[in-house]
């Protein structure tokens, strides 16, 4: 009796537990539902999906619209709502969510293409990638509303999701979801089929939904899967229609007694099948037959899902299960790998698809068995990456290409004779090259396009002297003599500036576009900043980052040519001469405007690219006082950091440089931001980082403000100029964010997204004031400018002695500092 009461209690506990297993569901730790485009949350079945505005911070971009449908999807499985409006991105945009849960994470994207104003979605082309992966290449919308998924395994703190437009095109993205899987979901590999029955690693694949199928013809709709997935019925894949049936008997699936959970599939899944109908023949001796449309040249994960719901009572029975011809097992015995029935099975296999495109899938009887049966309950299929890291392939063919390239070549050099002709000969070179190839192998891309591709490498490719055009749209070889023609054969009336690298001069192309070029003088050291400047350049393309229009390495020149920035350095219009002084309000755009840039550098990829000599000297100003953050010949990823952090010459500006990466010359973003914080401090009170006409507690910006900021008086050093034009909550705001940023250790200075934050709430704060005054301030600026004539020269006079203090490698200097400071 006692033991009976016992055995009761523990159901009945059991039970309770079991439905608040059930009743819990899945709760992912990263959980991301936006829904693009929106200005109001949407609730749909259990989830609710934020309107994007309220993760702008997640979100880098250049430029924006939201759009609104006229109509929604007549049907989608998938609730109509979410597809209701879009985002529009022109140019190369991303989101990058904080991850908090290491392992795979599912990315659902959303698309339904609609007119909006002149916006036609249906046009778009597009590709997005995360991490190192293509998850989809030059995508153009289908008519009816799609979800593509991912899946991909995280392992740093951020996942990166990047938007790329094709040249002159847009991409959009209705909704989208990134949410962490639960680890049982993917187990870390499976075994191919075929007689060696290799095990293949997938913990370092993404992989693409391309079916989820529910047998017994009967969808199973997101709110009813504890994953909110789709299962598609499967009658439409099904080859023949007269030797299966479909069974459905949800009650019979009980997970308890496996070892599976609702969340590899629910009992929706798990409680309808398609058997092989025996019926009208005991005998009966065919296959069911599903029949999938799968690209080819790559590898795919099948999931299998069986679960033995059949009727009682009924036979013991074994079957074969195949992929194409190939059978995956023989004399399957269901019930033999689950122990009882009603308990849930999956099984994965990879199989590689070439040359057709269907995969198909099938079930039947095993040779000689007195009970003909089988079963399938439901299917995945899923594409791996393949080694280049990608879902995709275009079926590219090498005359269209180069046909591309020279399009591209002479849209770019637009009007340029020279460079047209260099083209057309070059044009004429890949032609012959590629029917060469082609009479040899098959059509292979001698020259490859990649236009998709996220990272191009053009350093590289100096070594060999051939003529290599950059595969980037953004930046290509000039010839020398194009160069000189522009700037006048190096004018000195057209220096714009002297730097370490050397000088740079104003020039005008042919087609009157006009173009800062920076001549670097041969010395061996600046070879691997030039091309890792090439390199950034054209692998980077922001709205505040300064673009690369072309580069020339001919006669050993090291030639960068830019976009010609109007209004010059933050430098000069802080504490230049003759240049127009910057309102407040301008002084916070401009702060915003460099940080947007060293945001998207820090972010923008897996690896965060750090900038190293961030300084007012390298944000430069286009006509609308627009901040561009250049002058990246410093610039390092983050792997070749770890290489060389110890060996690494600590490089930057005196009067910028991060103390922690002085003393321990370890390298991180937040090196920037201490750069970044002195810029804001010089933004606010005008005046050069070290001056060292002023006396000596004065001489460096940097410890004066922050002893002024100390003692309370920090509005006395505020730059003259801005006197009453500050609203005090936005100074407030400004000098706690610029204070931060130079905190002595790293780790609690804030990151770029941070600072971005606190600036757009600075300049919130300052209101629409400030816009009118600056016309105010005009006079008083030609006063200022001829008091400051001092501070520039004297900053000369004193320092030229000590180096070059505009220039690049300050390490000299710093080497004897630091051993002064040591002593
Ligand atoms: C995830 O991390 C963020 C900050 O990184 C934190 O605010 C949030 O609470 C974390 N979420 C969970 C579920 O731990
Ligand atoms: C929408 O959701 C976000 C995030 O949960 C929340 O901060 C915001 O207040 C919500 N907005 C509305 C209008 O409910
Ligand atoms: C989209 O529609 C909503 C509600 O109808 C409206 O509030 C919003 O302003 C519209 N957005 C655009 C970009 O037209
Ligand atoms: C939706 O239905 C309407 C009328 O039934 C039809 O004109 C329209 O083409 C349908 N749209 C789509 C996307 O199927
Ligand atoms: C994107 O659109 C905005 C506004 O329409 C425009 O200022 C910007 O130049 C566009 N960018 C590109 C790359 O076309
Ligand atoms: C949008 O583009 C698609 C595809 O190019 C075209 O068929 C459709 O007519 C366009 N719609 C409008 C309203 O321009
Ligand atoms: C991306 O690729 C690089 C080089 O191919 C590799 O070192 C890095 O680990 C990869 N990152 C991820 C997240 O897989
Ligand atoms: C994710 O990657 C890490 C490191 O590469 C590995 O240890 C882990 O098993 C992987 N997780 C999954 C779910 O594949
Ligand atoms: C599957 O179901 C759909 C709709 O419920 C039906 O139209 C179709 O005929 C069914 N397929 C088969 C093979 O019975
Ligand atoms: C599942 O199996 C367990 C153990 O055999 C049993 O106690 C439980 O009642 C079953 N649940 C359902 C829903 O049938
Ligand atoms: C079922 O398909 C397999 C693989 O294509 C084939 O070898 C087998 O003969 C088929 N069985 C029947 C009964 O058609
Ligand atoms: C499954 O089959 C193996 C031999 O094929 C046998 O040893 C084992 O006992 C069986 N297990 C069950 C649960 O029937």
Request: glycine content about 6%; hydrophobic content about 40%.
């Amino acid at each position: 009796m006692v033991n009976s009461g016992g055995s009761m209690l523990l159901i009945w506990v059991s039970s309770i537990l079991c439905v608040i297993c059930v009743s819990l569901g899945y709760n992912p730790l990263d959980n991301y539902l936006i829904d693009c485009g929106s200005s109001t949350n949407k609730s749909v079945g259990d989830r609710l999906f934020v309107a994007d505005q309220f993760y702008s911070n997640l979100l880098s971009i250049p430029h924006i619209t939201f759009a609104n449908a006229s109509s929604s999807p007549n049907s989608s499985a998938y609730d109509p709502s979410l597809f209701q409006t879009a985002r529009i991105f022109n140019e190369t945009s991303f989101y990058t969510f904080s991850v908090n849960k290491s392992g795979r994470h599912w990315i659902r994207l959303y698309f339904f293409p609609f007119v909006f104003r002149s916006y036609n979605l249906s046009t778009a082309k597009f590709s997005v990638s995360a991490q190192n992966f293509t998850l989809i290449k030059e995508y153009q919308p289908k008519v009816n509303p799609e979800v593509k998924e991912f899946s991909f395994n995280v392992s740093s703190d951020r996942l990166v999701l990047n938007f790329t437009p094709f040249a002159n095109s847009i991409a959009f993205v209705n909704a989208l979801e990134v949410f962490s899987l639960p680890d049982e979901l993917f187990p870390p590999g499976a075994t191919t089929i075929g007689p060696q029955g290799k095990y293949l690693n997938l913990g370092k694949q993404a992989l693409e939904t391309v079916e989820r199928l529910n047998m017994g013809n009967q969808t199973v709709f997101p709110h009813d899967d504890t994953l909110w997935r789709l299962w598609d019925a499967d009658g439409k894949y099904l080859k023949h229609s007269n030797v299966e049936k479909f069974l459905a008997n949800v009650k019979a699936v009980n997970f308890t007694k496996g070892r599976l959970t609702e969340n590899i599939a629910p009992s929706s899944v798990y409680g309808t099948a398609t058997v092989l109908n025996s019926d009208p023949d005991p005998q009966t001796n065919a296959n069911v037959t599903w029949l999938f449309d799968v690209d080819p040249g790559f590898e795919y994960l099948v999931r299998f899902h069986f679960c033995d719901i059949l009727p009682r009572p009924s036979a013991r029975f074994y079957f074969n299960v195949y992929i194409g011809s190939s059978a995956v097992v023989q004399y399957f015995d269901l019930l033999n790998r689950t122990s009882d029935v009603g308990v849930p099975y999956f099984m994965d296999v990879i199989t590689t698809v070439s040359g057709s495109r269907m995969l198909n899938v099938s079930i039947g009887p095993s040779n000689n068995v007195q009970y003909p049966n089988a079963i399938l309950n439901g299917l995945e299929i899923m594409k791996i990456s393949n080694a280049k890291d990608s879902l995709y392939v275009l079926d590219s063919i090498s005359s269209k290409s180069s046909k591309t390239k020279v399009i591209l070549i002479v849209g770019l050099a637009a009007g340029s004779f020279i460079i047209i002709v260099l083209a057309l000969v070059l044009f004429l070179l890949c032609r012959r090259r590629s029917l060469a190839d082609l009479s040899h192998r098959k059509a292979e891309d001698h020259f490859p396009m990649n236009e998709g591709d996220t990272v191009y490498t053009v350093g590289s490719k100096f070594s060999n002297g051939t003529l290599i055009f950059s595969t980037s749209k953004f930046g290509y070889r000039f010839p020398f003599v194009a160069i000189q023609e522009a700037t006048d054969n190096f004018s000195e009336s057209l220096v714009l500036g002297v730097g370490g690298f050397g000088k740079v001069y104003k020039g005008v192309l042919r087609d009157e576009t006009r173009v800062a070029v920076k001549r670097g003088t041969s010395q061996s050291q600046g070879i691997a900043e030039f091309q890792t400047e090439i390199e950034m350049l054209s692998q980077f393309r922001h709205r505040h980052l300064v673009s690369l229009i072309g580069y020339c390495d001919e006669r050993n020149e090291m030639i960068i040519i830019y976009e010609f920035m109007e209004n010059g350095t933050l430098k000069n219009h802080l504490c230049g001469s003759n240049h127009p002084s910057l309102s407040w309000r301008q002084r916070l755009e401009i702060c915003i405007g460099a940080a947007k840039g060293l945001h998207y550098l820090h972010t923008g990829s897996t690896k965060a690219i750090i900038h190293r000599d961030v300084k007012s000297a390298n944000i430069l100003l286009d006509e609308n006082f627009m901040a561009k953050v250049a002058d990246f010949g410093l610039s390092k990823t983050g792997p070749e950091i770890d290489q060389s952090h110890v060996s690494t010459a600590v490089k930057g500006s005196f009067g910028y440089l991060d103390p922690e990466y002085l003393i321990r010359q370890q390298l991180t973003e937040k090196s920037d931001v201490y750069s970044f914080g002195v810029v804001m401090f010089e933004v606010l009170c005008g005046r050069p980082v070290i001056d060292p006409s002023l006396p000596r507690e004065k001489v460096n910006l940097v410890e004066w403000a922050l002893k002024c900021q100390r003692r309370g008086q920090l509005e006395e050093i505020v730059d003259p100029l801005l006197q009453g034009q500050i609203k005090p909550d936005s100074l407030k705001k400004f000098r706690e964010i610029a204070e931060k940023c130079l905190a002595e250790c790293g780790v609690y200075r804030p990151s770029m997204g941070d600072i971005l934050w606190n600036l757009e709430s600075a300049l919130q704060l300052q209101g629409d004031e400030g816009r009118s005054s600056h016309n105010g301030k005009m006079t008083e600026k030609f006063n200022r400018a001829n008091s400051l004539e001092t501070c520039g020269s004297a900053a000369q006079v004193s320092i030229g002695s000590m180096g070059d203090l505009a220039g690049v490698s300050m390490s000299k200097v710093f080497a004897q500092m630091v051993r002064e400071e040591m002593r």
